[in-house]
């Protein structure tokens, strides 16, 4: 089916979903493949669940006037997502980066849409489904998109722009993110810096972290930068305070203090980031302020939960050796005791990935704890002084009945190692 009539047929079912839990009436349904599943064996369930029409790529599961048969479930899917974007003029902002870019994205969201009808990507689709799915969700009111991009190897931002077609770019940061994947930090630069290849060839705009002097120089020879820092930049600002919440002083483009829900210091560059956005598409600044000071982090991320008297920062929805060390250095800075340290592994490192956690150990001995527990992968392999468990269940049942009475811990790890489970034990 040529690409225009199948957007013909989205613009008279503009739900697309690719899990058929998720079908609701009417719904178009992508029958999407992946090494441990066949989204085609499920054209019967779609049908049942509510689907007006799915699109398959094995023929054997046709159904007369209910399916429509394509070379490539994922790529159609994809096609569709492009020619969709193409019909907007509006602007598309898309960012990546290997720590915060998920917590940037809400920051932004939530002051673009005091002032603006605003599609972005829902959690983390981030993905080479999320992104054209995220696309395929945005209306005809809409007046921005922020399309959240991740990667694990190089050519796959390159590969979500031509999707997205981005107007606008932010790069967080570049740090030890999916070394595996990329192949080491200079990977990671040119991995993230697709994005701004892409800017660089359409002309388009880029927000830059003027701290970083990396984002600078692989921003060169794009048309547009705005810039934001905590000494020099359009955008400037310190934090005051980060115990437990980041209270920012805005400098420049005015001075205003605000007072996030957000824990730790190393929220300041997201916070900086979400003002320069918001104030270079004319926000008005009492409803920036508002809207930062509103947001509510969720999901694991940057997270302050009481429970049984104890104080927790739950940062478990990822983790990887740059945004590890700030955590700690964060954690081991604040007020309140006693300190736990409660840390899963780090997944995705590849050969460095012993060395990097090493250096975790390293760093964790130059600070003083009530405890340290360390649970699985690479942390496993090694020789130290604390406590060490295989799964996060069994940390959090030694943490049931030997944490210290009013306690402050930091759970961090990442995704694959389920560290939010010690809640379940507290």
């Known amino acids: 089916m040529p690409i225009a009539d199948l957007y013909a047929l989205y613009l008279q079912h503009p739900v697309v979903e690719t899990d058929t839990r998720k079908l609701t009436q009417g719904s178009l349904y992508f029958a999407l493949r992946g090494p441990n599943f066949n989204g085609n064996a499920f054209v019967a369930k779609a049908l049942e669940n509510g689907a007006v029409a799915c699109v398959i790529d094995e023929e054997q599961y046709a159904v007369p006037g209910k399916t429509i048969l394509v070379p490539d479930a994922l790529t159609a899917l994809q096609e569709l997502a492009a020619h969709h974007r193409n019909q907007f003029t509006i602007p598309f902002l898309a960012i990546t980066g290997s720590n915060g870019k998920t917590t940037t994205k809400e920051l ?5 849409s005091t002032t603006y009808r605003t599609y972005t990507t829902e959690g983390n689709l981030n993905n080479h489904i999320g992104v054209p799915l995220t696309i395929l969700k945005i209306r005809g009111d809409a007046g921005m998109a922020i399309i959240e991009m991740g990667a694990n190897h190089r050519g796959e931002i390159a590969s979500y722009c031509r999707i997205a077609r981005p107007t606008h770019g932010l790069i967080t940061n570049c740090g030890k993110a999916h070394l595996e994947g ?11 810096g697709e994005l701004f290849d892409s800017l660089r060839e359409s002309g388009g705009t880029a927000f830059l972290m003027a701290d970083y002097d990396y984002l600078k120089n692989m921003s060169e020879g794009i048309t547009r930068t705005v810039s934001y820092g905590t000494a020099t930049g359009d955008v400037t600002g310190t934090a005051l305070r980060s115990d ?10 005015a001075e205003r203090r605000i007072a996030t829900q957000l824990v730790g210091a190393y929220n300041l560059p997201n916070v900086l980031a979400a003002v320069a956005v918001g104030t270079f598409f004319d926000v008005p600044m009492d409803r ?3 809207a930062l000071q509103g947001y509510t982090p969720s999901n694991s991320r940057s997270q302050l939960v009481r429970k049984a008297g104890h104080t927790v920062i739950l940062d478990a929805y990822n983790a990887n050796p740059s945004s590890m060390k ?3 250095e964060n954690f081991a800075r604040a007020e309140g005791g006693p300190k736990v ?16 956690h090493e250096a975790i150990v ?5 600070s003083a704890w009530a405890e340290v527990v360390l649970v699985g992968g690479d942390f496993q392999k090694l ?17 049931r009945s030997n944490l210290p009475s009013n306690s402050c811990l930091l759970v961090k790890g990442s995704r694959s190692a389920g560290m939010e489970k010690v809640l379940d034990y507290l």
Do not use: C, N
Request: proline share 4%; glycine share 14%.
């Open 108 to 112: 932004i969201h939530a002051v673009l």
């Open 182 to 192: 990329f192949g080491g930090e200079e990977g990671v630069r040119k991995g993230k």
């Open 244 to 253: 437990p919440f980041l209270d920012v002083q805005l400098v420049q483009p």
């Open 288 to 290: 920036l302020v508002d």
């Open 326 to 328: 700030l955590a700690i």
């Open 341 to 356: 340290l409660v840390l899963g592994a780090m997944a995705e490192l590849g050969p460095q990935s012993l060395a990097e």
């Open 362 to 366: 390293s760093q964790i001995g130059q």
């Open 383 to 399: 020789s130290h002084a604390y406590r060490g468990f295989a799964t996060a269940s069994g940390a959090g049942e030694w943490l």
